[in-house]
């Protein structure tokens, strides 16, 4: 049973890849998927001697985008300070951040009907990638270090500890996720785009779990660290406030050392970097570009296309280019919630089946329409209809072409489907006994049956009038 010293409560610090094609001090490329190791660098994101940062715009803009978007109060003074420590990721010993006044304050991004307090926005270059060989954090045989990554612009968004269950941290970082797609400042595709530490305060005691990578991990991290906790103090053990990390393999958490204090970094202002004043001009030249966002094209989806809302937000929250996808269906078919039904559920089953998203599908919304077109006409049965989807997504082959070269259009032929009628009959006799003992169920069975020597293809009314009329 849980009891009032077991709730918790989580806040967190989430760190995202800015989607700028250069570094935030430097000219080197951010693009370093596939590439060798330590051939993106220069001297100023390897911090070497007499290097001279010069901060990229973009960054700053896509800053102040996402905390427009938060409902943050932005500063109107932006400068940057040296987080001093001692890490083989950081050649030069800092990490350029901010600290006395981060980029943004004070706003909120609303989840289901609970709001969650953002505290802080700010901007900040990640370090290098340690790649750890032999082991992991704590056992590696030996460490190597990657400085392609140093310098890449982060932003890092720091939240109120008002999260009470992990499916609040799950959903609230779904649609961070998707405002910062939307605004085109993240690519969730790109390797650890997205890094989270969560503190978790329980009974008292306050635990950091740093560097978890994506959602997956943040439920299994999270999830684990209330279990230890609640044993702990069910034990009548004290929490004690430290740093953990988590391993994505075994999904634990392990310790790595007491918790450091803010203090215990040394923050000294950067003065090679010159002071950014940002005038509400600026501000409002980039609120102009800000596009619709994930939640108002939900409601837009809902009075203009007269979809239901759990449709809309599935659609919407799928991805992106889901969403675009089902705009382009309506324009070409006047049947929206067709369209949507048709997408939540065969079309999505799919898609996940497959693991691919729609635009790593072959998936046009021509091809996809067609399919509904066909059974507007008549032409093919629903169940053909859902096996269509299934396979024009396996193999992007149009489904008209399909159902052309395979014969899969509906029989309408009654002596045909009368001879299949009189075979289901014949081999089903306990169902028929049921039926004509007063079981009314029993025809669903036997529809089902006669439909699957049809491979489908047969209309069920046409099959339900045929039995009825047989069974009489
Ligand atoms: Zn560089």
């Known amino acids: 049973m849980k009891n009032k010293a077991e709730e918790f409560v989580i806040g967190l ?57 938060l409902n943050c109060e932005i500063n109107p003074r932006m400068f940057f300070s040296r987080k001093s420590y001692f890490y083989p990721d950081m050649p030069k010993n800092f990490q350029i951040s901010q600290y006395e006044l981060p980029l943004a304050k004070g706003g909120y991004l609303k989840i289901s009907e609970k709001k969650i307090g953002i505290r802080r926005i700010q901007i900040e270059e990640d370090p290098g990638r340690l790649i750890h060989v032999g082991g992991d954090i704590t056992s590696a045989e030996y460490v190597l270090v990657d400085y392609n990554r140093s310098g890449i612009p982060l932003l890092e968004i720091v939240t109120e500890p008002d999260f009470t269950s992990t499916g609040e ?36 005691g306050r635990v950091e779990v ?48 007491a918790k450091e204090m803010e203090e215990d970094y040394g923050f000294i202002l950067d003065t090679d970097l010159a002071e950014v004043a940002i005038d509400e001009k600026w501000i409002k030249d980039l609120e102009n570009k800000i596009p619709e966002l994930p939640d108002e094209r939900v ?42 039904n048709w997408m939540v559920t065969d079309l999505l089953k799919s898609l996940n089946y497959n693991k691919i998203s729609i635009d790593e599908s072959e998936v046009e919304p021509e091809g996809f329409v067609e399919i509904l077109k066909m059974i507007d006409e008549g ?30 259009t509906v029989l309408r032929g009654r002596e045909e489907l009368e001879e299949v009628v009189k075979k289901v009959l014949k081999e089903n006799k306990n169902a028929v006994e049921d039926y ?17 020597k049809t491979g489908g293809r047969a209309d069920p009314k046409l099959l339900r009038e045929i039995l009825l009329e047989f069974l009489k």
């Open 13 to 69: 610090e989430i760190h995202l890849a800015l989607n700028t094609k250069s570094k935030l001090f430097c000219g080197c490329s951010t693009n370093i998927s596939g590439v060798e190791p330590n051939s993106l660098c220069c001297p100023t994101c390897l911090g070497l001697p007499g290097s001279k940062p010069r901060v990229n715009k973009r960054a700053i803009d896509f800053g102040i985008m996402v905390a427009k978007a």
């Open 210 to 257: 740093k560097n978890i990578t994506g959602f997956k991990a943040v439920e299994s991290a999270l999830s684990y660290e209330i279990i230890r906790q609640r044993n702990i103090m069910r034990r009548g053990g004290k929490v004690v406030r430290e740093t953990r990390h988590f391993d994505p393999v075994s999904n634990t958490t392990r310790s790595l050392r």
């Open 436 to 452: 004509r003992k007063g079981n009314k169920k029993a025809i669903e069975f036997l529809i089902g049956k006669a439909l699957a």
């Open 379 to 408: 032409k093919i049965s629903g169940r053909i209809g859902k096996e269509l989807v299934k396979r024009y997504v396996a193999s992007g082959k149009n489904p008209r072409e399909i159902v052309e070269e395979e014969d899969l």
């Open 299 to 340: 409601r837009r989806f809902v009075e203009e296309y007269k979809i239901s809302e759990r449709n809309a937000k599935v659609i919407v929250y799928t991805d992106k280019a889901f969403a675009d996808f089902f705009e382009k269906c309506c324009e070409i078919y006047d049947k929206p919630t067709q369209v949507a």
């Open 169 to 204: 941290v799950k959903e609230f970082l779904s649609k961070l996720s998707m405002i910062l797609q939307y605004l085109g400042a993240y690519d969730p595709k790109k390797e650890a785009s997205m890094r989270i530490d969560a503190n978790i305060s329980m009974g008292g």
